[in-house]
């Protein structure tokens, strides 16, 4: 059996206001805001970036909070693939610079409304985050 990656590396950052995370919401489901890193683009650059572009707003990062990998079948193309996630914390600077994209709704959950994202390994970034930072 092969293993696909689903793209080389998909950084993810999870931005709390609260005691909320700010997802993505598209008509596929929910997300944490991110995405694949360009050519020598650092980590940083590709979440500001990904974050402008999907959400309209700028961020600081905070801190690492750990990477996943998640494995899965994907039926639009009939193989098994693999998408590892590098999560960081940030901080939204300001008010949105940009509209978000078309297709994007910024929504906030709340601690019981982690399983609502689609990736597993989201989800547990998001737990990791809850317990760390909002444990009472």
């Known amino acids: 059996m092969m293993i696909q990656s689903a793209s080389e590396k998909d950084l993810l950052v999870l931005a709390q206001m609260n005691k909320r995370l700010i997802v993505v919401k598209t008509s596929t489901g ?34 690492f909070i750990g990477r996943a990998k998640r494995y899965f079948y994907s039926t639009q193309l009939n193989e098994n ?3 590892e996630g590098f999560f960081y914390i940030a901080e939204l600077i300001g008010e949105p610079q940009n ?16 399983n609502l994202l689609f990736h597993t390994h989201q989800v547990w970034a998001a737990e990791k985050v809850f317990n760390q930072n909002f444990n009472n």
């Open 81 to 83: 693939m693999v998408s």
């Open 99 to 114: 509209p978000p994209e078309y297709d994007h709704q910024l929504v906030w959950l709340k601690r019981d409304e982690v």
């Open 30 to 63: 929910y997300f944490l805001p991110g995405g694949g890193i360009e050519e020598n683009e650092t980590h940083e650059e590709c979440l500001k970036r990904e974050f402008l572009e999907e959400l309209g707003y700028v961020i600081k990062i905070i801190e």
